[in-house]
């Protein structure tokens, strides 16, 4: 499986963010998928921002819940990401990363657990401007 993000690279405070990932190598609908966004602050850990699974439903962060909306495309084979009322504590590398794990692992979420992930994206700069 490949991914591939896109995005607009800079984008200014209070603004929305779309970003794109192009799947290839398998299709999204397959079962057990779970189609993640991530990101990384410069000098910071990584960050999950939600998922959308194979079946179509979404689930996020408590913490980005209100301002992030991931969402998909079946015949594009495409997940996308969509986040509101940008700030520039927003800038970071964003990935997009496939699940195929069980949903618990070790008795947390896969989402928290750093063998969660299968796939990962190469990620796409992303620049809040104030």
């Known amino acids: 499986v490949q991914l591939q993000e896109s995005g607009p690279g800079l984008v200014k405070s209070s603004q929305t963010l779309s970003l794109t990932c192009t799947v290839s190598?398998?299709?999204?609908?397959?079962?057990?998928?779970?189609w993640n966004w991530i990101r990384q602050p410069p000098g910071k850990g990584l960050e999950w921002i939600g998922y959308i699974s194979y079946s179509g439903d979404p689930y996020y962060s408590p913490s980005l819940k209100s301002r992030a909306s991931i969402s998909r495309d079946t015949s594009k084979n495409t997940v996308y990401l969509q986040m509101d009322d940008l700030k520039p504590e927003d800038t970071a590398v964003y990935y997009c990363a496939a699940s195929i794990a069980p949903y618990y692992i070790g008795g947390t979420y896969f989402f928290e657990h750093p063998s969660g992930y299968s796939y990962w994206g190469q990620g796409t700069q992303v620049t809040v401007s104030s």
């Open positions: 190598g398998d299709s999204i609908t397959t079962n057990f998928y779970y």
